[in-house]
């Protein structure tokens, strides 16, 4: 195997995830369909105003029910609307309110695709009802007829897209007249002559009649093929070119689901788009579970780097800030640790950020910050920092390598291995002694400097915690029952799977162990798996619904250590410079 690359394997069987509602892979001549029309006052949907509703229910071509009623908007009516409808204040005084026509409503549209024509009216009128009078609404699949005419009819055929023009052109048995019922039933052969229209754009589904009333590209449309047979399962997905290539690569609880959004409307990424039309293939990879496949997709981009991908990749670049050796050590940036590194920071995700944590530490203690191999034999001329008091000019052997070890050196040590105490005071109170000068752009900067120490101290003490146990096992209940399973070695995901709900998990324990990957000791905080893929294990094993079943060794953190400065780092994150005056122990 060439170095990088990287082969995907799945250790367990899987759950599958089934969805609600309509499916949106129901061929149209069997769905639902309930066409709903509405009549109101004008105005913004506020819960009120509807005067009529008509609602159509079909399947196949045939009537299976109808809903009429006047609805009593509790608000004169304008006359304009009268004028339009002919609905009379008279008429409406005996209706019963809205807040007694919801149930029937509801009930009426249960398990059926709502269809109106400019549907985001109708629906938003509906919506606010529920809204207004405590009633859920069932968010169900709406199909815009108004929207499905745009992408079907030209120019040529309708000059317009409103219902009178659609009515006539498909010549429905019923004329709108706009009064509620009316208008729904010649929805309903506007609907049917659409549908009738589809079969040519090869939309056979109620889900791609829904997609295609949308603005899709014609990319989009041209290739959305290549959702089909995806697994309703999680796992990783891999969009490829036609040499194979990796272009983009993606992680979710629905692999089928998650892919066909790429088709849809929603999509809207300029990235993604180039990335379609250069797709030629979707490969899914199936995973025991979320974690797996959140781990999976990590190494994925980091061996392949595809190129449509923004985050993850590149984990090489990955930076230390490292105490270097010698009498008079000072800090260093580095793109890796050696075995023999005993005190460094880190891993930062880039140069700047290293450069951020190095500069808060020259501000709290005196190392010295140039570049120069330095003698105990032969004496260097010190630099303008040492006028200033900044740092206490080893070069000229002013101070002995063993008080600047005390003074200097230690405390980073410390501030990395264990507690930071020393560090934060000295930044608080250089914050504090500006903030009082009112020097309050440079309090901001130092702030920035120790939000940059705690945050790589906190991390990298948590990180480490973990990656010190040679194996862990944990569990957390799978949605469809049994337990998902993780199989951790030195903070790297070595196993994962799914035991069956109602058997004991240990048989499964025992045959992720015996396929799970060797993993050996190493150096640093993260020696065998990224830094991202170890916080994503930690995240997963932190939630309360998991549970650790067996560790080889104990999880601990320091008693004094970094994590104890949570709160001061949000609010160096967040807040001002006056916030942290009073943080001072």
């Not at 309110?97 to 549907?119: G, K, M, R, T």
């Not at 240990?506 to 015996?514: D, E, N, V």
Request: glycine share 8%; proline share 8%; aromatic share 6%.
């Amino acid at each position: 195997m060439a170095p990088g690359e990287y082969v995907q394997q799945t250790l367990a069987g899987l759950d599958p995830t089934a969805g609600g509602g309509v499916d949106p892979a129901l061929p149209l001549y069997a769905t639902t369909f309930v066409v709903v029309d509405l009549e109101t006052t004008g105005g913004a949907p506020d819960g009120g105003g509807i005067t009529e509703i008509g609602a159509v229910k079909v399947r196949g071509g045939e009537e299976l029910g109808v809903l009429a009623t006047l609805v009593n908007p509790g608000v004169p009516i304008p006359p304009f609307i009268t004028v339009l409808t002919g609905i009379t204040q008279a008429m409406l005084i005996p209706a019963p309110p809205i807040e007694q026509v919801l149930p029937s409503f509801l009930e009426f549209i249960a398990d059926a695709v709502l269809v109106a024509h400019n549907a985001p009216y109708d629906v938003g009128f509906l919506k606010a009802a529920c809204a207004k009078h405590g009633y859920r609404w069932p968010n169900p699949r709406v199909l815009d007829t108004a929207a499905l005419a745009r992408r079907v009819l030209t120019r040529d055929e309708v000059p317009n897209r409103k219902l009178g023009t659609l009515a006539a052109y498909f010549r429905t048995a019923t004329q709108p007249t706009h009064r509620a019922l009316d208008d729904a039933k010649a929805t309903v052969d506007v609907l049917h002559g659409l549908i009738g229209r589809l079969g040519g754009h090869r939309v056979d589904t109620v889900g791609e009649a829904i997609e295609f009333a949308r603005a899709v590209t014609p990319t989009q449309r041209r290739k959305r093929h290549l959702a089909e047979g995806l697994p309703k399962v999680p796992g990783v997905y891999i969009f490829r070119a036609a040499d194979d290539r990796p272009l983009y690569v993606g992680t979710s609880g629905d692999i089928a689901t998650r892919v066909r959004s790429y088709f849809t409307a929603a999509e809207k990424r300029a990235r993604i788009s180039e990335m379609l039309a250069a797709a030629e293939r979707v490969e899914a990879v199936e995973c025991a579970h979320p974690l797996e496949a959140e781990v999976r997709e990590l190494r994925l981009i980091a061996a392949h780097a595809p190129p449509y991908n923004r985050r993850s990749k590149f984990p090489e670049r990955m930076v230390w800030l490292k105490l270097t050796d010698g009498p008079y050590p000072r800090l260093s940036v580095v793109r890796s640790l050696a075995p023999g590194d005993t005190a460094y920071l880190g891993p930062f995700r880039s140069k700047q950020a290293a450069e951020l944590a190095a500069a808060g530490f020259h501000d709290a203690v005196p190392l010295r910050q140039c570049t120069h191999r330095l003698s105990l034999r032969t004496v260097t001329p010190a630099c303008a920092l040492a006028e200033l008091g900044r740092c206490p000019a080893p070069c000229e052997h002013r101070i002995t390598p063993e008080e600047y070890d005390h003074r200097a050196a230690a405390p980073f040590r410390t501030a990395t291995a264990s507690d930071p105490q020393v560090v934060v005071d000295a930044l608080l109170a250089r914050i504090e002694t500006l903030s009082a000068g009112q020097r309050y752009e440079e309090a901001a900067v130092v702030r920035s400097r120790l939000a940059a120490v705690l945050r790589a101290s906190v991390r990298m003490q948590r990180l480490a915690g973990l990656t010190r146990i040679a194996e862990l096992t944990a569990a957390r209940r799978a949605p469809g029952g049994g337990w998902e399973l993780a199989l951790v070695r030195h903070g790297r995901l070595a196993g994962a799977g799914v035991s069956p709900p109602g058997v004991h998990p240990r048989p499964t324990i025992t045959a992720i162990r015996a396929t799970a990957e060797t993993v050996e000791p190493g150096h640093g905080p993260v020696p065998r798996a990224s830094a991202e893929e170890t916080e994503r294990i930690l995240s997963w094993l932190e939630r309360p619904e998991t549970r650790l079943v067996e560790m080889s060794s104990e999880w601990s953190s320091p008693v004094s250590g970094a994590a104890r400065f949570r709160d001061l780092l949000t609010k160096a994150e967040n807040g001002g410079s006056h916030q942290l005056s009073t943080e001072r122990s």
